[in-house]
Each structure stands twice: as structure tokens, then as C-alpha cells.
């Protein structure tokens, strides 16, 4: 499973609430990547991270921001959590061999009332 | 912009066919593209990847194809079982190997 972990795997909150999602990997992938998943749009690129303090956006970057301060743990933050950011957040890390292989965390359920 | 496309969005099959799971990308420019497995409420599983220069990558009853220049790819299932009823994911990963792009998938569903 590529060992790894996203904390909460559920949570509900409401409008206007800061969120942090964490993400803990512990098999010193350099690449880290923060996802969403939503029916009717499938996977899309949030931010990723190809290393401590390095990180980029994807695809649906708009009110999300990242940290990496630590090559284990990549944080997504909602400053101000929306009802259109109800979604199941996902986590991944990209394999160190020349296949680039994406390996997936088991999912965040994030619910904004 | 890539885009990537899978069909049928949902197929159904009784057990013991072999079926074919299609993808379509629009960028023929991909360093490789993976197919993932994803059960209801799980997260996802790789099943198979194909570099950009392969044809074709097999692991047990699963055979990926790619044709690179017409933005094609193929997984077939031999002996199809019941507990291959599964959301099958496409994703192509774009040449500065920065981003997944994801097709909608094929859920899939095997009967006894």
C-alpha cells in the first residue's frame, strides 16, 4: 500500500471553517500529490510537492493552499472550507524507479455544511 | 488540453466473459498511463502501468494494450469473476511527469 496514511478519514464542518488534511507517507517519495474526486468530474489535481518547501498547483488549485515541511507529511489546507469543496480528497506519492508509478492513500471524506 | 476518455461508463457482464475496458486520450505526448482499480468507497489500486514506448503490460488475467499515436488504450479481463466488480480508472501521466490526468472510469459490474 506505499505505506500511506491520511488523517482524518472522515470529517464534517461547516462554512467558513479553516481545515488542514494530512498526508504521511513513510517511504521517502520526493513526489507528493493532493487530489480530489467528485462525481461527474472523476480525479483532478489539486497541488503537489516534489520536495520539502517545493510544491506547485494542478488543475483546481483555487482555495486550497500546501505545506511540506517535512518529506513525510504533505498538509491541504482550506482556509475558509466552501460547500463546493465537499469532496473525498485523496493522497499519492510517485514511485522513485523511471516508471513515475502513483500509489494512493485510502481517501478523505470531507463534508462542508 | 489533455483530455481522457472512458466507455462505456458502466457495463455489466455474467461470470466467465472476457470484456474490454476502453480509454481514449486526446495528447499523444505521455510519458506513461496507468490503469487503477477503485471499490465503492475505497481508495485506489494500480493495476497496471505502460511506459510510453511499451505496447502492452499483462499481470494475471489483466492485459493492458496502448497505441500511443491514435491516443488509445485497452484493458481486457479473461474469466471475468464477481469480485472484479470494481470502478477500472485511466490516467495518463503528462511528459514532465508533473500530473495524472484521470478518465471518469468504467464501473463494472459481474454477476454469478
Known amino acids: 500500500d506505499a505505506g500511506i496514511t491520511q488523517s482524518p478519514r472522515h470529517k464534517v464542518t461547516e462554512t467558513g471553517t479553516p481545515v488542514t488534511l494530512r498526508c504521511h507517507q513513510t517511504?521517502?517519495?520526493?513526489?507528493m500529490y493532493w487530489y480530489r474526486q467528485d462525481p461527474g468530474h472523476g480525479l483532478r489535481l489539486i497541488h503537489y510537492?516534489?520536495?520539502?518547501?517545493?510544491?506547485d498547483k494542478g488543475e483546481v488549485s483555487d482555495g486550497y493552499s500546501v505545506s511540506r515541511s517535512k518529506t513525510e507529511d504533505f498538509l491541504l489546507t482550506l482556509e475558509s472550507a466552501t460547500s463546493s469543496q465537499t469532496s473525498v480528497y485523496f493522497c499519492?506519492?510517485?514511485?522513485?524507479?523511471?516508471?513515475?508509478?502513483?500509489?494512493f492513500g485510502p481517501g478523505t471524506r470531507l463534508t462542508v455544511l | 488540453k489533455q483530455e481522457v476518455t472512458q466507455i462505456p461508463a458502466a457495463l455489466s457482464v455474467p461470470e466467465g466473459e472476457n470484456l474490454v475496458l476502453n480509454c481514449s486520450f486526446t495528447?499523444?505526448?505521455?510519458?506513461?498511463l496507468q490503469w487503477f482499480r477503485q471499490d465503492p468507497g475505497k481508495g485506489l489500486t494500480s493495476l497496471l502501468l505502460?511506459?510510453?514506448?511499451?505496447r502492452e503490460q499483462t499481470s494475471g488475467r489483466l492485459n493492458a494494450s496502448l497505441d500511443k499515436s491514435s491516443g488509445r488504450s485497452t484493458l481486457y479481463i479473461a474469466a471475468s469473476q464477481p469480485g472484479d466488480s470494481a470502478t477500472y480508472l485511466c490516467?495518463?501521466?503528462?511528459?514532465?511527469?508533473?500530473?495524472?490526468?484521470f478518465g471518469k472510469g468504467t464501473t463494472l459490474s459481474v454477476s454469478s
Open positions: 517511504e521517502n517519495h520526493r513526489y
Open positions: 505502460i511506459q510510453s514506448s511499451q
Open positions: 495528447d499523444s505526448a505521455i510519458y506513461n
Open positions: 499519492a506519492i510517485r514511485s522513485g524507479t523511471q516508471y513515475n508509478e502513483q500509489f
Open positions: 510537492s516534489y520536495g520539502v518547501k517545493d510544491t
Open positions: 490516467a495518463v501521466l503528462n511528459q514532465a511527469g508533473t500530473a495524472l490526468i
